[in-house]
């Protein structure tokens, strides 16, 4: 055996006597690391949740805009409901 594959076998033996040897220490009473080179998986906190997504003033007040050109609102009401909106 040459090569890749050398390196590849040595890999898995050594693997394969350290999984033996933890399995060994676990009946004696050792602690069990798995038998693995990698390090164990980090755990993440979850991220934080999403802001809530902030209102649409221009959508709304093209809305009311158009309702003031239909005649359905007076410019009264458009000027109150626009200031509420943008909270003057």
Do not use: C, W
């Not at 050792?30 to 693995?36: I, L, M, T, W």
């Not at 390090?39 to 805009?65: F, G, I, R, T, W």
């Not at 309702?67 to 509420?84: H, M, R, W, Y």
Request: a positive charge; charged letters at 25%; zero cysteines.
């Amino acid at each position: 055996m040459f090569g890749p594959s050398r390196r590849v076998a040595r890999r898995t033996a050594r693997r394969t006597s350290r999984r033996q040897m933890a399995m060994y220490q676990n009946q004696q009473g050792g602690q069990d690391d798995g038998g693995y080179d990698e390090p164990a998986p980090q755990q993440y906190a979850p991220p934080p949740p999403a802001a809530p997504a902030e209102p649409d003033y221009v959508a709304e007040l093209s809305k009311l805009a158009h309702l003031k050109d239909q005649g359905i609102i007076s410019q009264e009401e458009f000027e109150a409901k626009k200031k509420q909106i943008l909270g003057i």
